[in-house]
């Protein structure tokens, strides 16, 4: 897909890729003097809500920031069920996720996923592969940093010359989401402002929205707040106010 610096976006009211970090299931639990655990359960059924509504509002991508590169740090338990969770969460939802015309795609290093996992998740995506509604993805074991680096190393395995200048359309195709647009607007949930190394690459021009709501707190009408808040941004694209068409100086 075309780079956002290299090449003016198009730009509509509704955002055409959405990335979210589901940041604050921890502390929604220890709020309810319940486990962390049971957060995370929680966010499970935030996800669902917020694709349902995606797929409804018109969003063509959505890309869900669910385990981190440093989420390894973790407490061994905590991550331990995060990644049955994962398996558990693939089991169920994957043919929900095919009658409604989703389609599903996990980006990230699997290489210290269990076989169990990587098999399911391969699964899961080739029964969704032809789907032609929502691209759902979901960035697992993931950060920015890896994916810049494993892409230049597998540009460079493909035979670039190391001589050679890298210019970005070389290195595009080889990036995690090399095949989709960039985030047109990045949300955060949980109160923190920071991207945490999530798609470093790709959110160069993305509108940044970081909201106090807890992610398990997160639904249909947080997300309409977010999506208001973008349609009334100026996407300048290193531009000035003056040189955009009137009626896109803002969205709404």
């Known amino acids: 897909m075309p780079s956002s610096t290299q090449t003016l976006p198009t730009v509509d009211a509704v955002p055409r890729h ?91 290093n699997r290489a210290r996923f269990s076989a169990d996992l990587v098999a399911r998740i391969e699964a899961a995506e080739a029964r969704t592969a032809n789907n032609q509604g929502l691209v759902l993805t979901v960035a697992a074991d993931y950060g920015g940093r890896w994916d810049i680096l494993h892409a230049v190393n597998q540009l460079l395995a493909a035979g670039h010359d190391p001589q050679q200048p890298v210019q970005e359309a070389d290195l595009q195709p080889y990036l995690s989401l090399g095949q989709a647009p960039e985030p047109d607007l990045f949300i955060r949930t949980g109160g923190e402002q920071r991207i945490s190394n999530f798609l470093l690459w790709q959110l160069a021009y993305a509108e940044l929205y ?23 941004r100026e996407r300048r694209f290193g531009r000035t106010s003056e040189q955009l068409d009137p009626a896109l100086r803002r969205l709404d």
């Not at 740090?73 to 015309?101: A, I, K, T, W, Y």
């Not at 992610?215 to 947080?222: E, L, T, Y």
């Open 18 to 108: 959405i990335a979210i970090i589901m940041d604050g299931n921890g502390r929604w639990a220890k709020r309810r003097f319940l486990p962390r655990i049971a957060g995370h359960k929680r966010g499970v059924e935030a996800v669902r809500a917020t694709v349902r509504a995606c797929s409804e509002l018109g969003v063509q991508y959505l890309t869900l920031f669910a385990f981190s590169s440093e989420n390894w740090r973790r407490p061994l338990e905590e991550v331990s069920f995060l990644m049955g969770l994962f398996l558990d969460v693939l089991e169920r939802e994957v043919e929900r996720l095919h009658r409604n015309d989703i389609r599903l795609q996990v980006i990230g």
């Open 210 to 232: 970081f909201t106090e709501t807890l992610w398990p707190d997160f639904d249909r009408a947080a997300l309409e707040a977010a999506m208001h808040s973008y349609r009334c």
